[in-house]
């Protein structure tokens, strides 16, 4: 597979919000967002499947919503009331992840 490309990353203050971005096939079934904060390992956050179900992280649930536009292909994390905790590079993929990694996005919540 190839690379998806993840977007719109930043630097806020707690409380603050974000919204990525990363294109994906049209065919895609399964995708999702991923997070590295520095010095642990690569963690999936949210996933949607066939464009309708969704899942989170119990750290994220309730403040970051995952979605897919059915006319561009563009798939989305809205992520409201940040916190200095989700700072990392965030990463878009397929679930489970197929394509090679990109350069992801930062995100950085400064308190």
């Known amino acids: 597979q190839g690379q998806l490309k993840a977007s719109g990353g930043g630097r806020v203050q707690t409380g603050g919000s974000l919204r990525l971005s990363c294109r994906v096939p049209r065919s895609t079934f399964s995708a999702g967002w991923y997070r590295q904060a520095p010095g642990q390992q690569r963690v999936l956050i949210a996933s949607i499947i066939a464009k309708t179900t969704t899942n989170y992280a119990d750290v994220v649930k309730g403040r970051f919503t995952i979605s897919i536009d059915n006319v561009d292909n563009v798939m989305s994390l809205q992520m409201n009331n940040l916190k200095p905790e989700d700072t990392a590079v965030y990463y878009c993929?397929?679930?489970?992840?197929?394509?090679?990694w990109g350069r992801g996005t930062q995100v950085t919540v400064s308190s």
């Open positions: 993929n397929f679930v489970p992840a197929g394509a090679s």
